[in-house]
C-alpha cells in the first residue's frame, strides 16, 4: 500500500461528493479522506492496481483540481 496527498482546488461541497463516489470506484484505492475544511485529499492506494496520476484524473473528471502536498 501507498498513500499520497493532494491539495484540492475549485470543489464545493456537491462536488466533493462526486469526489469520493468515483474514488470508492476506482479499483485500487483502499481508503481516503477529503476535507472541505483544508482543501486536502489524502489517499491509500495499490500501486500496482493504480497510480497518483490516475486517482488525479478520476478527481479532474469531478470538477476539482489537485497539486500533490
Known amino acids: 500500500m501507498k498513500a ?7 470543489i464545493c461541497s456537491c462536488e466533493g461528493s ?13 481508503s481516503f479522506t477529503l476535507s472541505m475544511v483544508t482543501n486536502r485529499l489524502s489517499v491509500a492506494y495499490d500501486p500496482a492496481v493504480v497510480s497518483a496520476e490516475d486517482i488525479e484524473k478520476e478527481v479532474a473528471k469531478a470538477g476539482a483540481k489537485t497539486a500533490r502536498a
Open 18 to 30: 462526486i469526489v469520493e463516489k468515483r474514488l470508492k470506484r476506482l479499483k485500487g484505492v483502499d
Open 4 to 10: 499520497v496527498s493532494f491539495r484540492v482546488s475549485g
